[in-house]
């Protein structure tokens, strides 16, 4: 089995040598505002198909306030124009690790009383536009929308009683995205 997965490995990057004239590095501003380290790649296909990839870490805590999370979230892009130049949509997936206690935020169901710890799950569309500054560097905005299916525990912070495990669905916004880009030839 570890022959198959080191021969699609090689493959794969095999392809991306071979295909990939361009590759970026980027970092998302929106994340960066909640403190959240972040980092992306993309890695150009063809004239008008990329594959992007970014990772998110989040590892503060505040006195007894914990936000903890780890995220990666691929996506493939289609191009109008050409490559990292205009307009894209895009379609994406996103997994989400975290631990969430003694923080309440707007809009929301967090309560200060319950710790919660879990995974998420899913994917979506989405849009974006890459506006040209020069040629190395590119101001990206996107956004997007999905489902996400989130498995968590749940327990009473007070008592520290658990109340067991819990699923929850959740459509909506699930992208968004003001990004410095480094291209990289």
């Not at 004239?21 to 505002?33: E, G, L, P, R």
């Not at 993309?42 to 008008?48: G, P, T």
């Not at 998420?120 to 299916?149: C, D, H, K, M, Q």
Request: proline share 3%; net charge positive.
């Amino acid at each position: 089995m570890n022959k198959i997965w080191l021969s699609l490995l090689f493959g794969f990057c095999m392809f991306l040598s071979s295909h990939a004239q361009w590759i970026a590095v980027k970092s998302n501003i929106v994340y960066d505002a909640t403190a959240t380290l972040n980092v992306g790649g993309e890695f150009v296909i063809n004239k008008q198909f990329s594959v992007d990839l970014s990772g998110n870490y989040n590892g503060w805590e505040l006195g007894d306030r914990v936000w903890k999370h780890w995220m990666i979230q691929p996506e493939g892009r289609y191009w109008l124009l050409e490559r990292f130049n205009g307009h894209f949509f895009g379609v994406h997936g996103m997994y989400l690790n975290y631990d969430i206690s003694r923080l309440e935020v707007p809009l929301i169901d967090f309560s200060r009383r319950i710790h919660y710890k879990g995974t998420a799950y899913g994917g979506g569309v989405s849009y974006g536009y890459s506006l040209y500054v020069t040629p190395r560097f590119n101001i990206e905005f996107s956004a997007g929308i999905g489902y996400l299916n989130f498995g968590y525990d749940k327990t009473i912070i007070r008592t520290n009683t658990p109340e067991g495990r819990f699923k929850k669905s959740y459509f909506g916004p699930t992208k968004l995205g003001l990004s410095i880009v480094y291209i990289i030839k």
